[in-house]
């Protein structure tokens, strides 16, 4: 959306940064009916904005929930350097249910 703004508010907004434009964004007040291509942009741009926050702190906290699950299932596995939860996590599904029926294997 940056790209196809109107002149005015692309040259104002494509210097910021994500958390910036972010934060930016989620301040405007284009009014209930936008009737410029600047306020129907900054309106989309705002709802995106929005749902970015939403997400992110989804993501926060399902990555805590993983966190705490892999130190459970793998704390030899999380312990190794360079290994994160995501890695780990992903380790344990291919890994799937082994013979031992614990993991790591014998």
Known sequence: MIVTAPDTLRERIRVLHRTELI???TRWRPGAEPDTSSAV???AM???AHRYQQLDHEIKAL??????LTEQAAPD???VKGSGAQTVG???????????????PP
């Open 23 to 25: 934060h930016t964004a």
């Open 41 to 43: 942009t900054r309106l």
């Open 46 to 48: 705002k709802s995106i």
């Open 63 to 68: 990555d805590g929930h993983l966190q705490r």
């Open 77 to 79: 596995l999380i312990a």
């Open 90 to 104: 992903a380790s344990l599904i291919t890994a799937g249910d082994n013979a031992g029926g614990r993991y790591p």
